[in-house]
Nanobody, 124 residues
Framework: QVQLRESGGGSVQAGGSLRLSCRVS???????IAWFRQAPGKEREGIASINVNGLTAYADSVRGRFTISGDMAIYALDLQMNDLNPEDTAIYFC???????????????????WGQGTQVTVSS
């Protein structure tokens, strides 16, 4: 069975940094792995993705502050989050897709496999 597991969430003051990790296990060969987040009262938002060719995509809300990286040979990725602010407070989810090409890599419905999420809380 396919499983995704996030780690690295926690609490940090505004301006601080956190590094999230995602590990994919099981007999799956995803071409895309992405990070999504959902804050209370808001829709789930795709914030960063990476594919097997190293192509990355970012949401405007995190561009320049967050960096996604990974080893797609073992389906492991990290999300380095810098200059965090209270608006970044959310549950962060890792997701994987097996599609060979995604024209909209931050579209949540393209992803079939999801982790349970990890809480990130940023205080002012």
């Amino acid at each position: 069975q396919v499983q995704l597991r996030e780690s690295g969430g926690g609490s940090v003051q505004a301006g601080g940094s956190l590094r999230l990790s995602c590990r994919v296990s099981g007999y799956v060969h995803p071409w895309y792995i992405a990070w999504f987040r959902q804050a209370p009262g808001k829709e789930r938002e795709g914030i960063a993705s990476i594919n097997v060719n190293g192509l990355t995509a970012y949401a405007d809300s995190v561009r320049g502050r967050f960096t996604i990286s990974g080893d797609m040979a073992i389906y492991a990725l990290d999300l380095q989050m810098n200059d965090l602010n209270p608006e970044d407070t959310a549950i962060y989810f890792c997701a994987a897709a097996k599609a060979w090409d995604l024209g909209q890599p931050l579209y949540e419905f393209a992803y079939a496999y999801w982790g349970q999420g990890t809480q990130v809380t940023v205080s002012s």
